[in-house]
């Protein structure tokens, strides 16, 4: 799913140590295929430009870095509500 997620299972003893090291390198490996994949696939043309987030330039490093802090613990939640309701929902 995402580092950020694995980590936070990991934290929560919601997972162990050796799945969390084969998840995390895992993701890494397929987010470095994925930027292969689509460095193969366009124009040798094509600049830097075309799939990088960029900071506004109204916002400071600081201001970006608390955006991305508040967006990913969003979406952790997120995931970690739905795994609750789940585990409540399904019989033991």
């Not at 890494?28 to 330039?57: E, M, Q, R, S, W």
Request: glycine share 4%.
């Amino acid at each position: 799913v995402n580092p950020a997620v694995t980590l936070s299972l990991l934290a929560t003893r919601k997972l162990d140590v050796l799945r969390a090291l084969v998840y995390v390198s895992a993701q890494c490996l397929g987010a470095c295929l994925g930027t292969l994949a689509l460095y193969l696939a366009l124009p040798l043309k094509t600049t830097a430009d075309h799939f990088v987030n960029k900071v506004p330039i109204e916002l400071n490093a600081a201001q970006a870095l608390g955006i991305e802090m508040l967006c990913t613990f969003e979406m952790v939640f997120t995931i970690f509500s739905v795994e609750e309701q789940r585990r409540r929902e399904s019989p033991e």
